[in-house]
């Protein structure tokens, strides 16, 4: 029969049973304390098992350190307990495979006894963390204990006080038991396999816990092993089958939310075509309308008002050619010939209609040699000669389609003024670039100078507002021009009279 162990120190088979139980995350920086150059009275061997378990604490110290970096990475508080928990693990086993020897220094056991409720401790605020049970006030408990733990175990050893050491392992398996109430409640709450999982692992390590602490506790116990040593492969495996569960419901989430975002990125690209298609048929409703009304609107400033004007000359001839009473036939050439005038006009104001219709840009100089080509004839039955001056350097501006048929419409307006109001003989045509940004037409008449020759007076320094000013013809005029952002003045010149539209260059910025 082998004696009694001295009560140097606490026992340490019984805290192994907590430290077997659980992971988590707490102070490796005391275990350089080992190395003090305080030395105790010689002590016997706690663990007089004598195996040797290198490996175990190779598989817990690589599991830990893969623990810590998900912890890093993911900021997750429950792979830092767990990875902290399994380095202390591995540096026990690798310092003090088979327990604090005769001679092992006074601190060494101290943070070696400290040790097993350090690892309980960061165990159980790992299993708190799965079940969603770790809370500050449940830190601040264990934390705790932590700190009472190593104040029991150094006051075990260096005063001695083996009741010191029975409170530390009695203190260790009440958290134990504390945690496994808890878990257990959790397990039956959420009914989840994590809670489950740690709930029969914290039983086994209990029970495995208790038969050390009775088997070491009887005098004629021989020289038992301690199987709490063993229950960390237990405690590993679950802990990885955890970690590699959370990270396949993680990959299979991950697919899930991107199939989802996929469908979503689906839907609103159908839902952006659908808004961009009614857009566009919008749009091209509106543009039509637009087109439309451009085209009702030339009409009827151009060739409508021209229609009126030739039905109001055809009623004159019929009245003209009836005799009167008892008279002889009245002639009606003069009606004809401007009934023949207004005809001309109604064709070239559809022909610009048509015109207006085409996409393509074109030269102005070639759109006004097109309306020279229309209004000449006129102009020479009203006995007024046409006279083009084109710079070259405006010879090759091209202006859109609406543009273009704005700046036809001023000349149209103008030439007509000149054959109906001015009593020309000659009409000056000018087309001139000022500058690079500028471009400058001009429609100038003799007429105004002709009737001061006649009337052998001087030009006028002033006007009369009903010949500036005119009528329908000289606003429609102005829209156009301000439609171009364009400057339009119309008056006495030194050769007669003119009407001038100063217009931006295609491209730069409107003065």
């Known amino acids: 029969m082998k004696p009694a162990r001295p009560a140097t120190g606490p026992a340490p088979a019984a805290p192994r049973a907590g430290g077997a139980c659980w992971r988590g995350v707490l102070v490796l920086v005391a275990i350089g304390l080992s190395g003090s150059g305080c030395h105790a009275a010689p002590l016997d061997a706690v663990d007089t098992s004598g195996l040797r378990s290198p490996w175990i604490a190779g598989a817990a110290g690589a599991l830990g350190v893969l623990a810590l970096l998900l912890a890093g990475r993911a900021r997750r ?8 928990a399994s380095l202390l693990w591995a540096v026990r086993e690798a310092m003090l495979p088979g327990g604090p020897g005769p001679d092992a220094r006074p601190w060494t056991v ?4 400290a040790g097993f409720a350090w690892i309980a401790v960061l165990g159980a605020l790992y299993a708190m963390n799965v079940v969603g049970r770790d809370t500050l006030r449940t830190r601040l408990v264990l934390g705790g204990w932590a700190a009472v733990a190593l104040a029991l175990a150094a006051g075990a050893v260096l005063l001695p006080a083996p009741t010191l050491g029975m409170l530390l392992r009695a203190g260790t398996l009440a958290m134990a038991m504390g945690v496994l109430w808890v878990l257990a409640s959790a397990a039956r709450q959420q009914r989840s ?12 390590g209990l029970a495995i816990g208790l038969r050390d602490l009775w088997v070491f506790g009887q005098p004629e116990a ?15 495996a679950v802990a990885a089958w955890l970690l590699v569960d959370e990270f396949t419901r993680s990959g299979a989430e991950l697919r899930a939310l991107n199939r989802d975002l996929l469908d979503r990125v689906a839907q609103k690209e159908r839902d952006l075509q659908m808004a961009f298609e009614g857009t566009r048929l919008r749009d091209q409703r509106q543009a039509v309308l637009a087109e439309r009304d451009r085209i009702l609107r030339e ?6 008002g021209r229609l009126v004007a030739a039905m109001a000359l055809t009623s004159q001839v019929e009245r003209q050619s009836l005799p009167p009473p008892g008279g002889e036939p009245r002639s009606v050439d003069e009606p004809l010939r401007d009934l023949k005038l207004t005809l001309d006009d109604c064709l070239v104001e559809l022909r610009l209609a048509l015109d207006s219709l085409e996409t393509d840009q074109r030269p102005l100089i070639e759109a006004l040699a097109e309306l020279r080509f229309r209004v000449e004839p006129s ?5 007024v000669r046409l006279v083009w001056q084109l710079d070259d350097a405006a010879s090759e501006v091209e202006l859109p389609a609406a543009e273009t048929l704005h700046v036809l419409r001023i000349v149209r307006e103008a030439l007509t003024n000149v054959i109906k109001h001015a009593h020309a003989t000659v009409v000056w045509l000018r087309l001139e670039a000022r500058g690079t940004q500028r471009l400058a037409l001009a429609v100038v008449d003799n007429g105004l100078q002709q009737r001061m020759s006649e009337a052998q007076v001087d030009m006028p320094l002033f006007v009369p507002p009903s010949i500036v000013h005119g009528g329908r013809g000289l606003a429609n005029m102005q829209r156009r021009a301000t439609a171009l952002s364009a400057r339009l003045d119309s008056g006495p010149h030194p050769e007669g009279w003119a009407v001038t539209l100063e217009l931006p260059m295609p491209g730069a910025a409107a003065g």
Not at 196 to 203: D, E, P
């Open 299 to 304: 009409m009827h400033d151009g060739l409508g």
């Open 110 to 113: 101290v943070l070696h006894q």
């Open 222 to 236: 021989g020289d038992p092993v301690a199987w709490s040593r063993y229950t960390v492969l237990l405690l590993i």
């Open 379 to 383: 102009l020479r039955a009203a006995g």
């Open 77 to 84: 508080s429950g792979y830092g307990w767990f990875g902290a």
């Open 193 to 204: 396999t994590p809670a489950l999982l740690l709930t029969v692992t914290a039983v086994i």
